[in-house]
């Protein structure tokens, strides 16, 4: 009744090695195929339908809208949750709040809205085709969406009245909020696109 041999030590630990690359083999085959049985590649035309802007507007589909245009949308689609003076109800509020976001009293609370927090135009537009209308998501056109996002950034006082959004001119605009944000400390993980460079 000694200590074990080495050599069944050893085998033991060879054999136990084997079956861990025997097992991971077997894993790894089965990602390869579906897990659950349902579902199906998303296609071409399907694809074609997801936007994903970035905040230098490349990503931005075709179309253009003005803030009369967008009026109409908003009045027909986004009233009865955003208010007629785009100030909240169901939905959340879109304008107001400038200045709040930094206050350091319990009393007056920051309010977050399109024109006080969200620090790209771009991110307007992406929210809307995504989200909107809360009841039929993705069912406006990139025109409707460009004259909703007109009528709202007029609204904040952040677009002229006679302002024309589209892919060129969207990401141009300057949002209140766009110097609030720090910038990721990581640039070798997510390098800033080259029209950022030499600022």
């Known amino acids: 009744m000694g200590a074990f ?8 630990a060879a054999a136990s090695v084997v079956m861990a690359l025997v097992a991971s083999t077997v894993i790894a085959a089965e990602g390869t195929t ?5 579902g199906s590649k998303a296609g071409v035309e399907e694809l074609a339908k997801f936007v994903s802007p970035l905040p230098d507007g490349r990503g931005l589909p075709r179309g253009s809208g003005n803030v009369s245009a967008g009026k109409a949308v908003y009045t027909a ?3 009865s949750c955003h208010g007629a003076n785009l100030e909240g109800g169901m939905g959340d509020r879109l304008i107001g709040g400038r200045g709040t976001l930094a206050t350091k ?21 992406d929210y ?13 056109s990139n025109d409707d969406v460009y004259a909703v996002s007109a009528f709202i950034l ?3 006082k952040i677009a002229r009245e006679d302002t024309v959004i589209n892919e060129s001119t969207l990401a141009k605009i300057q949002m209140p909020n766009h110097d609030g944000f720090i910038p990721d400390p990581r640039p070798e993980r997510f390098p800033p ?5 030499n600022k």
């Open 5 to 12: 041999p080495m050599r069944t030590f050893s085998a033991n």
């Open 34 to 38: 579906p897990r659950y049985g349902f």
């Open 77 to 79: 689609q986004c009233l």
């Open 105 to 125: 009293d319990p009393a007056k609370p920051p309010v977050k809205t399109v024109e006080s927090y969200w620090p790209y135009a771009t991110t307007l537009f």
């Open 128 to 140: 809307i085709k995504r989200a909107m209308p809360l009841t039929t998501p993705g069912s406006l």
């Open 154 to 156: 007029s609204q904040a």
């Open 193 to 197: 696109p080259k029209s950022a460079i």
